[in-house]
């Protein structure tokens, strides 16, 4: 029992023991853990007071961080330390290195190197590319655990504003640090690239000193300290301006288009404001918020220092405080700088003489031609718009733009101000930055004279200019060369907006993007003179009106452009009383003594002198006159030597432009519709004459064996006739193996004689058959064809009946058979109704309308398919015409040629050259030049 009870009561002791140890082991471990959590509070409250110290300031003063010799003191240092070092441990290894690598790539030159390396020397560095960080001094971070120098830089030019605020005593840093950026800025650029504004609200002379020998020269402006609205408005017109001029198209800021185009097209304009930590009014400080929004894009850079500026656009500050290092944006609140020091006043302004004197002195430079043309050569697209310079305003180059907001150009001067010239600057300065690919060029000249013709291969300069697809001139009395280029414009305006429909959109522009590997260039459509065109009351003034509004409304967004020129006053004057078409031309260029190229109260062409021009690029307003001074570019071999540059670049499978001189009959041998003949055909073309088109295509009928199909000649001069006739003949030869058609050749007038023999030798010569019919043998030659129709069964070898001179032989032909009651002129009629479907065509020189009715008698016109008219007039022709009116006044060495099958009215033709008989058999069309596809007949 008792043992029952110990055993009890040692239990009960144990586990009153146990209980005791686990209160005292509880008790004491409540213990250390406040002790541990007292140490580890002091520890804390020391690692705060080493932070709010910094922990650098810890290290080298521990007293100030409130080091009271306790373990919890070193323990809270030393963590602090570890922390650092964890947190530096990338940025110890390779931060301060990356960044001085990364600052000598993006601040190159002047923008980053130290002030010996480039202080006194003229800068070249290219303003398309600028770079993208200045350096203002050398930062650090005091709080890293091996503090390394790193050099301090900022972006500027297009990229941010600049904002610095001083202390009581640091207004003289701040004003360094502007002085050497300005230094670097204007050091690094050629001189002129940038200019610089500056405003200081405590004083109208004395800041940056050492800048003040650019004033002179332009490049710095002092603004008086009561005036800031004028150089606000100043800064805002330059923003407008740049958007309605400079800006092409898709491109919101400069930068980006310099970076499409390869140029920088706007001087950068920095604007510096020196305030004093008051605040501006409030008009004031709003136009400088929006000149701060828009100004980046359009190169407008501000550098206030002590003004507000609170805007969403890029800014990065600079705080010089008087009681502690220099911060910056760019580097962080940890970070301190050490400003760079300023060079040597002396030194400064020496430099600042020398970018000015060079500035001077490229302005003062007569310019030529070679100033406008760019370092490389075709390195600009078109995509948004074409932009070059075209002359220079202070040394600063003046650009025309053909965009978007100015699709179409309108130059007005009198004679002899320089508009060829112009023409010609204007020219080579776009040929030589747009590849053939991005741009090409139609040329018209009205004007008597080969203005033009220098762009097409000659006998002495085989060179040409490869953007130039058509060159006209001589076209004075041509003015359907005008229709069929604008009516080009207007079938290549349809095509380009069927393309940009597949891809859905709208624009060229688009479309290009839609289809960059298509061949989508621009078009510049110079048009001389251009008043010829609506010179006459008739249908050609009517249909020129019409197309000229078409291209002019819808070229813009098609890319084709037009320039049009005139000496003409009321060449213009015909323009402004058709608003539709006018209006699209926002382009203005006056020459001296211009009238009303420009806007009514805008007479600014009047006070310019000698080989200037305005250039406005908003419809003639006043407020868009750019002066600028226009280069000589028709001096001797200037032209020529840009032209035979850009030759030898061109694409050595390309061909020349296509050339129409009014004042030459073009050659049979070399027109490519006739080179590219070859036999058999089923239906021969017979080639007539040339078309006035832009691509110097044949007058051609195809002689189908059916009804009708025989080809009238009209006129009294056997010239012309004869030309037409042989033309045809030849090209009947060349579509026909030898022996495959046969020849009846008649000379019946005597003055034919030799036109007549050549051919004859001509077609033997190509192997053919031809039988020769005279005067008194006609009649019987005739009549034998006529017999002979009624035996032919159709699959026999064609005929061709050439007749020259018919009416002479008409007396002759009248007589009747006294047997069969016939006359020649019957048959001739039975030939000319029934031939044609059985392979026999007449191909006849009549020399008046009224003749070709005598030799019809009864018979329909309808005998008559095609025929080509010389100095017939108009009214006697309609009847030939299937009975509607024909506006024609007889030209010289100008045919109106009509085929019933295909017309519906009648057009101009010029006779052809025919080449000499030795020389009428031209080489068979290799396979892979001929045509797939023979070109139908020019018709409407
Ligand atoms: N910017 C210029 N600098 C020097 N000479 C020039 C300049 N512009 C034109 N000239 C010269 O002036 C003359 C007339 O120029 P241009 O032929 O261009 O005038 P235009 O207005 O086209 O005259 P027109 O209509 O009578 O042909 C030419 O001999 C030309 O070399």
Redesign the pocket.
Known sequence: MRSKRNERRSRIEAAFELLRSRISTALGAADRERERVLAAHAQQEHALRIAETGLATAERTPAAAGDDGSAEFRAALREARQQRAEAFAEWTGTGPAALRELVAEAAPGAAGLDFPEWLGRVGDADPAAPPGLWRIGTASVPDSPAPEEFPAALPLLDEAHLRITTGRDTEESAEELVQNLLLRALSHFPPGAVRVHVWDVTQLTGTLPGLHPLTGAGLLTVHDPTRLDEMLDGLSDHIRRIHTGSLLGGHTSLRAMAAETGRRAEPWRVAVLFGDGEALREEQQQQLQRIARNGLACGIQLIVVDLSLTVNSAIESVALPSDGPARASTTGPEAVVQLDPAPERSRVTAACSAIAEEFQSRRARVRSLDDLLPEHFWTQRSTSGLQAPVGFSEGEQVDVTLGDASPHMLIG?????????????MLGSLAARYAPDELELYLLDF?E?V?FAQFTPGKRDPSWLPHARLVGVNVNTDREFGLALLRFLSEEMRRRAEAAKEHEVTKLEELRGEDPAGRWPRIVAVI??FQYLFAERDPVTAQATTLLEDVARRGRSQGIHLVLAS?DVSGIEAFWGKPAIFEQFILRIA?PKARRALADQNSAAMELP??HAVVNHESGVRHGNEIA???????KKTFDRLQQRLWERRDPAAAPPILFDGSLLPDLAELADYAQLRAPVATPRVLLGRVIDVHGAAAAVRLARSPGRNIAVLGSGSEDAGSVLGAAALSLARQHRPGGIEFTVAGLVDEVAEQVRDLVQALRAHGHDVERAYPDSITGTVGGIAAGLDERTGADVPHCLLLYGVDAVHGRMEDKDPQTRLSGLDDLRKVLKQGPERGVHVLGWWRSTQRLKNTLGMAPVDDIGAWVAFDVQGQELSTFAAGQPVSWSPRARRGLFFDRSVHSRPEVVLPLRLPAPEAAVLPEPRREDARPEVREEAGE
Do not use: C, H, M, V
């Open positions: 001067g009198p004679s002899g101000s320089g508009k060829t010239n112009f023409l010609y600057g004007k004279g203005s001389d003179e000496q020459l000698r080989w001074r226009i280069p000589d570019a028709t001096a």
